[in-house]
């Protein structure tokens, strides 16, 4: 009894002792923020430009209205952007990337000069997109209406995919970025070793194709977004999704800034890609 009382008298002392201490954690000077992608499809190129904020004070964005901003391409493109409002800049036309060609973005603001340039990546179409009901749970994998893709990747080593996926137009990001290289053989979302012509078949030997993580219905409409990207950006977005998925743990990574291709100390990221798409309506 008297060993109970000396520890409560200890812990008691402890408790007693807490106080909270204000720590002033220094914020470095704000860095420019460039969001931009362009693409192989015909459409407005637009980069979004911003200022970096301090980790704990994450307020209104401070848009940047007043830079100079060109993009320009081996293929002999030399496009003006011009700002339209909250930081994003604009061309008056619609333009496209070519892959095997290298575009640089240049970013004039405050007297300082910024770029990043990306080769836009090579990459085949989307062969087929298809539906199938799995009837009986398959390991992590409910049963349910899933929408696969087939398609195949370059002989060459290297290649690197985001893949989007929309239902109904809404896109299906709950289990984050569909992210797919090389290294996933077999179980890749581009599914080349599966019989797509015998779907009932492959079902019935255990075989299934990798489909989009989310169920849908019979009457659904589903688009595929496919983007054959860069190592880089791969890594880049694989960076964002660790610093996004923080959940205050010891096994957390440390909070930084994630691998960017700005120059002369900015944050942020301009990607050049190559994009194909497919959309099915499901059927029973």
Not at 214 to 219: A, I, L, S
Request: glycine share 8%; proline share 6%; aromatic share 12%.
């Amino acid at each position: 009894m008297k060993k109970i009382k000396l520890v409560l008298g200890f812990v008691i002392a402890l408790s007693a002792c807490e106080r909270i201490v204000d720590l002033e954690i220094p914020s470095g000077d704000p860095k420019i923020v460039v969001e931009g992608q362009i693409t192989s499809q015909s459409e407005p190129w637009e980069i979004r430009l911003t200022m970096s904020q301090p980790y704990f004070d994450q307020s209104d964005l401070n848009y940047v209205s007043s830079a100079e901003v060109r993009i320009t391409g081996t293929d002999g493109a030399d496009v003006q952007l011009v700002h339209t409002d909250s930081g994003y800049y604009k061309s008056e036309l619609p333009q496209q990337c070519i892959p095997g060609e290298t575009y640089t973005l240049s970013v004039k603001y405050d007297g300082e000069d910024y770029s990043a340039s990306e080769q836009a990546p090579l990459a085949f179409p989307i062969d087929t997109i298809a539906s199938y009901y799995l009837p009986d749970n398959n390991g992590f994998i409910e049963k349910g209406y899933y929408v696969f893709i087939q398609g195949k990747e370059r002989e060459e080593e290297g290649d690197f995919y985001l893949f989007n996926a929309y239902r109904n137009d809404t896109l299906k990001d709950d289990f984050g970025s569909n992210l797919d290289n090389d290294e996933f053989g077999s179980v890749s979302f581009l599914n080349e070793n599966f019989d797509i012509n015998n779907i009932v078949s492959e079902l019935s030997k255990g075989k299934t194709p990798r489909p989009f993580p989310f169920t849908v219905e019979p009457g659904d409409t589903v688009r595929i977004e496919q983007y054959a990207i860069t190592e880089q950006y791969f890594y880049y977005i694989f960076d964002i999704e660790a610093q996004l998925g923080r959940s205050g743990t010891p096994f957390d990574p440390p909070p930084a800034n994630p691998n960017n291709n700005i120059s002369n100390g900015g944050l942020g990221y301009f990607s050049v890609v190559h994009k194909e798409e497919a959309k099915i309506i499901v059927d029973e």
